[in-house]
């Protein structure tokens, strides 16, 4: 099978320009001007950009356990609708996907009914309560990723260091939630006037940054490669900057949600603006889009977390945290932070697509020949009007619903086949 994608703006080798893409099989088998193919089916693509996939390293998928908030199936469609083609899912499901079986499970689930590639993080410790490091060896044979126990924080330093030890020894990055707990208390939202305006208890930044500096500590003792989820202060990218200046494996994501919104957001106690880290401050939020334009912060991820209605519609303290992100993260990227001239429309393609790909060992995203047919299409002058009818995720707990951002996702192509197309 052929197919030929023509008279797009497409994202290679660093920039965008008029180019045509011939995809044979799962392949692409040729990126150049005027291609013509008479066996071929035809995308026109004209009016429209073409970049590589986009490729989202910290999700929830909440399958096995949890698939009343989300599945497989329905977590892989919902990234198809963004324009995602690969994905990494995290481990706290139920039960958590610390041992062999349950990796097989995920991975053979989504390779027969996945709209977008999964790969597998699997909790560093069993069950992710920080009490004894999990099968790594096993788990990396049968083809984990990474390792994490994503949602928990290992509070335990010596334990910590024995597990970036033995990650080490099978070459796999260990991701962490920065969070000590007894810094973080009952805290709701970040620590600050708006917490005393809303009577909500406060979560410092502090809770976050210590683990950070002592997570760097350990990496650097244990020759590790750490990579920090969701980064959220301006000390905190700080302490990466100065990590990376010194020649240290350390790289960090920030959400589309930490870059574009903050603290403020809370005020009206909608529980989809509840997350953690919580939404920060103006000069927190400034410090994350000067990280991501300079490098510091690696790549952008956005911790998709499903929650059900029933559950985001309790008073605020009694709401889990966390919102969806899969279809809404680059219209929200693209209408808040590209059109303003704030970030420049390669480098949120080269964060939410290649050097994601790159961090994790995954296959090279780059649209080349020979590389893998995930291909993301965007009609960046319509418009994503985000209501539950849009959403495709079982969930529907995001800040932007009833919004209307800019660009929609017109086709997704994973290996070739179309796994999205607008209608």
Not at 96 to 108: E, F, H, K, L, P
Not at 145 to 158: F, L, P, R, T
Not at 209 to 237: N, V
Not at 365 to 377: C, L, P, S, V, Y
């Given at each position: 099978m052929k197919t030929l994608i023509k008279n797009g703006m497409v994202y290679h080798e660093g920039h965008i320009r008029k180019l045509d893409i011939l995809i044979e099989d799962t392949l692409i088998s040729k990126v150049g001007s005027l291609i013509e193919d008479k066996e071929s089916k035809v995308i026109d693509a004209k009016g429209k950009h073409v970049f590589p996939g986009f490729v989202?390293?910290?999700?929830?998928?909440?399958?096995?356990?949890?698939?009343?908030?989300?599945?497989?199936?329905?977590?892989?469609?919902?990234?198809?609708?963004?324009?995602?083609?690969?994905?990494?899912?995290?481990?706290?499901?139920?039960?958590?996907?610390?041992?062999?079986?349950?990796?097989?499970?995920?991975?053979?689930?989504?390779?027969?009914?996945g709209y977008a590639k999964v790969y597998v993080i699997a909790a560093m410790t069993k069950e992710s309560l920080g009490k004894e490091i999990s099968e790594m060896?096993?788990?990396?044979?049968?083809?984990?990723?990474?390792?994490?126990?994503?949602?928990?924080?290992?509070?335990?330093?010596?334990?910590?260091?024995?597990?970036?030890?033995?990650?080490?020894?099978?070459?796999?990055?260990?991701?962490?939630?920065?969070?000590?707990?007894?810094l973080a208390g009952r805290g709701q939202i970040n620590a600050?006037?708006?917490?005393?305006?809303?009577?909500?208890?406060?979560?410092?930044?502090?809770?976050?940054?210590?683990?950070?500096?002592?997570?760097?500590?350990?990496?650097?003792?244990?020759?590790?490669?750490?990579?920090?989820?969701?980064?959220?202060?301006?000390?905190?990218?700080?302490?990466v900057r100065d990590a990376k200046e010194r020649g240290l494996d350390v790289s960090c994501e920030v959400t589309p949600h930490h870059l574009i919104l903050t603290e403020e957001a809370c005020l009206g106690y909608d529980t989809n603006t509840k997350m953690k880290p919580p939404l920060r401050t103006e000069a927190d939020r400034q410090a994350c889009i000067r990280g991501l334009i300079d490098?510091?912060?690696?790549?952008?991820?956005?911790?998709?977390?499903?929650?059900?209605?029933?559950?985001?519609?309790?008073?605020?303290?009694?709401?889990?945290?966390g919102i969806i992100?899969?279809?809404?993260?680059?219209?929200?990227?693209?209408?808040?932070?590209?059109?303003?001239?704030?970030?420049?429309?390669?480098r949120i393609i080269e964060a939410y697509s290649l050097i994601p790909a790159q961090l994790m060992g995954l296959p090279d995203?780059?649209?080349?020949?020979?590389?893998?047919?995930?291909?993301?299409?965007v009609d960046l002058q319509d418009e994503s009007f985000i209501t539950e009818e849009f959403i495709l995720s079982k969930s529907k707990n995001t800040p932007w619903l009833n919004q209307t951002l800019a660009s929609k996702i017109i086709y997704t192509i994973m290996d070739g086949k179309i796994s999205w197309q607008e209608d």
């Open positions: 989202d390293i910290h999700a929830h998928l909440r399958d096995p356990g949890h698939t009343y908030k989300e599945d497989i199936v329905s977590g892989t469609h919902a990234a198809a609708h963004g324009g995602v083609t690969s994905l990494c899912a995290m481990p706290n499901t139920e039960p958590v996907v610390d041992n062999i079986a349950t990796v097989d499970y995920v991975q053979r689930r989504a390779k027969d009914l060896a096993t788990m990396k044979a049968g083809g984990i990723v990474g390792v994490s126990d994503d949602g928990n924080c290992v509070q335990d330093a010596k334990l910590m260091l024995n597990g970036m030890r033995y990650a080490r020894n099978f070459d796999l990055p260990v991701i962490i939630h920065a969070e000590d707990y007894s600050g006037i708006v917490a005393t305006r809303l009577g909500l208890n406060g979560l410092t930044g502090l809770a976050e940054e210590t683990i950070i500096a002592r997570d760097i500590m350990l990496a650097e003792a244990a020759g590790a490669k750490l990579h920090i989820a969701h980064i959220s202060t301006a000390h905190s990218i700080e302490m490098g510091t912060i690696d790549c952008i991820a956005t911790d998709h977390a499903p929650h059900a209605d029933f559950e985001k519609s309790r008073e605020f303290d009694r709401a889990p945290f992100g899969f279809e809404t993260a680059f219209p929200a990227l693209y209408q808040y932070l590209v059109k303003p001239g704030i970030v420049v429309l390669e995203n780059n649209i080349k020949r020979g590389n893998a047919a995930d291909i993301t299409i």
